[in-house]
T-cell receptor, first 113, second 111 residues
Framework: KAGVTQTPRYLIKTRGQQVTLSCSPI?????VSWYQQTPGQGLQFLFE???????NKGNFPGRFSGRQFSNSRSEMNVSTLELGDSALYLC????????????FGAGSRLTVL | GENVEQHPSTLSVQEGDSAVIKCTYS??????FPWYKQELGKGPQLIID?????GEKKDQRIAVTLNKTAKHFSLHITETQPEDSAVYFC??????????FGKGTRLHILP
C-alpha cells in the first residue's frame, strides 16, 4: 500500500513569490491535514480537509490556503512568500476527520530567499 | 483552543536506561492523545496513542500514562536502544477537532 506522497520534496523561492505544494493521501483516506514544521515551533496545524471541505483551520494568515479534490488529493498554496515561511510542510492523511491516526508524508522543504 | 506543552526539549539517556517525556494540555474536552516519532529526513510516525477512557497503555518497551484530572500525559521508553534516537511529539485532540502537537523532544541515546 503506497504511503502519503508529497511533491516537490525541495524547493527554493524568493520573497514575494507564491508556491503550490501537492499531497496524495493513502488510497481510501478522505482526510488530509497540513502542518508547518520549524525548529523553534514544532508542528503547527495549518488546515484539514475532508471530502473536499475545509473542516478545521489553524492560526495562519490568509496567504496560506488549500483545497482538496474529489480524489482526495490536496494542494496548499502560499502567496506573497516571506522569509519566515521557510519550513518543512508536512501533509498527513487519515481515514476519517478529527482524532484519528495520521499517516505523514516525508514533507516538502521550502526555502525562501 | 487546545495548547500542548512538552518537556524536556532535549533528553540524553544512557543506552539501556529509561526515558520519560511529559506533556500537558489545556482543553479538558480533549480525549485523544497520540505520540509520534520522527526520524531524520522522514515524516512523524505514530508509535502509541491513548484515549481518555484508559489511564495507561503499553506496547512492548513503550508505555503512555494519562492523568485527566491534572491534564497531563507521559511517554515512557524502557531499555532504550540506539534506534530510539529521534524527535518525539505528543499531541492532543478533541473527538472531531484538529490534532495539536507539542514542540517536540529530541532524544539522544548515548552508547
Amino acid at each position: 500500500k503506497a504511503g502519503v506522497t508529497q511533491t516537490p520534496r525541495y524547493l527554493i523561492k524568493t520573497r514575494g513569490q507564491q508556491v503550490t505544494l501537492s499531497c496524495s493521501p493513502i488510497s481510501g483516506h478522505r482526510s488530509v491535514s497540513w502542518y508547518q514544521q520549524t525548529p523553534g515551533q514544532g508542528l503547527q496545524f495549518l488546515f484539514e480537509y475532508f471530502s473536499e471541505t475545509q473542516r478545521n483551520k489553524g492560526n495562519f494568515p490568509g496567504r496560506f490556503s488549500g483545497r482538496q479534490f474529489s480524489n482526495s488529493r490536496s494542494e496548499m498554496n502560499v502567496s506573497t512568500l516571506e522569509l519566515g515561511d521557510s519550513a518543512l510542510y508536512l501533509c498527513a492523511s487519515s481515514s476519517n476527520s478529527g482524532a484519528n491516526v495520521l499517516t505523514f508524508g516525508a514533507g516538502s522543504r521550502l526555502t525562501v530567499l | 483552543g487546545e495548547n500542548v506543552e512538552q518537556h524536556p526539549s532535549t533528553l540524553s539517556v544512557q543506552e539501556g536506561d529509561s526515558a520519560v517525556i511529559k506533556c500537558t494540555y489545556s482543553d479538558s474536552a480533549s480525549n485523544y492523545f497520540p505520540w509520534y516519532k520522527q526520524e531524520l529526513g522522514k515524516g512523524p510516525q505514530l508509535i502509541i496513542d491513548i484515549r481518555s477512557n484508559v489511564g495507561e497503555k503499553k506496547d512492548q518497551r513503550i508505555a503512555v500514562t494519562l492523568n485527566k484530572t491534572a491534564k497531563h500525559f507521559s511517554l515512557h521508553i524502557t531499555e532504550t536502544q540506539p534506534e530510539d534516537s529521534a524527535v518525539y511529539f505528543c499531541a492532543a485532540s478533541e473527538r472531531d477537532d484538529k490534532i495539536i502537537f507539542g514542540k517536540g523532544t529530541r532524544l539522544h541515546i548515548l552508547p
